[in-house]
């Protein structure tokens, strides 16, 4: 097990390695890769119950004892990166295909790679878990009505199958997950080591099949849609950093907040793309989740190194 966990571990940090590796297999292999599309929401769905076995009270104890910062992050993960697609997709002109799947994916949930992330950071990993499992949790209503509202222009949206299937692929496995930790909490303690191999194994296996089912489409407008996954991402991060700077939160917290507004649940949008658009659609969620782990990672090395002055240590302490 000590050498499953090594492995994992290993894995884990070095992530964005693998995705790229994988998407890149998928586009020159597309006829093995696309075989596993029909296994994208299986795949989710052991991603998300991997995270159920990590839940704890405590994340949620978190939000009832910062509410104001929690509700700073959620807001932000459903304003920001909601309205930055919609703007995305007036400014750049992209198939209507495209577009629903910028959008979609700018409505999705936090990323887990976020709490990671902001734990290279040196910023508040507290705050971060505890937005992720709220955004999660919420995605069942919120997604599908922000995709509804924002992409129907583009392509018709079954915002009430979409809910069904975010509480099969996203809530049933989470809930499963937090249960079985409560019923064989020593059995879920010896697994949980491994669990960063299982996650990382799930997504590079939904690039891939996205990659792979899109070979053309990439072909044709692969760089325009790094174009703009780019700048969703970067944005994401900025304006999600100076909202929690505007709002008077630490350093820790800004850092935190911009980490999970700018990184998304690409999985799940690469999945809810392939069930209600098309493959197309799939593929900024795919590229997001190579680019924002790159990124993610870069924007984290660099904030490790920004420490809070001392007047503004001191002024926050005062609040």
């Known amino acids: ?15 964005a390695v693998w995705v790229i590796l994988f ?17 994208i929401v299986t795949l989710l769905s052991i991603i998300m119950f991997g995270m159920g076995l990590t839940l704890s009270v405590d994340d949620f104890r978190e939000v009832l004892r910062r509410p104001f910062d929690v509700t700073i992050g959620v807001v932000g993960q459903f304003l920001i990166m909601p309205l930055l697609a919609v703007f995305l997709t007036w400014i750049i002109p992209m198939p209507p295909e495209v577009a629903a799947g910028v959008i979609l994916v700018g409505c999705c949930p936090g990323g887990t790679s976020s709490n990671v992330m902001t734990f290279l950071s040196k ?15 919420a995605a069942p209503i919120i997604t599908p009505f922000l995709v509804w509202m924002f992409a129907s222009q583009f392509l018709p949206v079954d915002g009430w199958a979409m809910f069904l299937s ?21 059995v879920v303690k010896a697994a949980v080591p491994a669990l960063p191999l299982v996650s990382v194994v799930g997504i590079v296996l939904i690039v891939s099949a996205v990659v792979g089912g899109s070979k053309a489409a990439i072909a044709q407008s692969g760089l325009m849609i790094f174009a703009v996954v780019v700048l969703h ?10 909202a929690a700077k505007a709002s008077g ?7 935190a907040i911009a980490i999970e507004v700018g990184m998304q649940n690409s999985g799940l949008g690469a999945a809810l793309a392939t069930a209600y658009f098309s493959p ?7 590229i997001f989740s190579v680019w924002h782990n790159i990124s993610g990672a870069l924007l984290a090395n660099w904030f490790a190194t920004r420490v809070e002055p001392a007047d503004d240590r001191k002024a926050v302490r005062q609040r």
């Not at 000590?2 to 992530?15: E, Q, Y």
């Not at 991402?233 to 100076?242: I, S």
């Open 233 to 242: 991402n970067g944005l994401g991060y900025l304006l999600g950093f100076f």
């Open 166 to 186: 975010i509480i099969k692929v996203v809530l049933v496995p989470l809930a499963l997950g937090a249960l079985l930790q409560k019923l064989l909490p020593s």
């Open 280 to 286: 197309l659609a799939a593929v900024p969620s795919a």
């Open 249 to 255: 939160l630490s350093l820790a917290k800004r850092k």
């Open 1 to 15: 097990m000590n050498r499953l966990a090594t492995i994992s571990t290993f894995v884990g940090k070095t992530f």
């Open 23 to 39: 998407a890149v297999l998928g586009f020159f292999f597309p006829d093995t890769f696309k075989q596993i599309g029909p296994w």
């Open 123 to 137: 910023g508040d990993v507290a705050l971060s878990v505890a937005c992720t499992s709220v955004t999660t949790l």
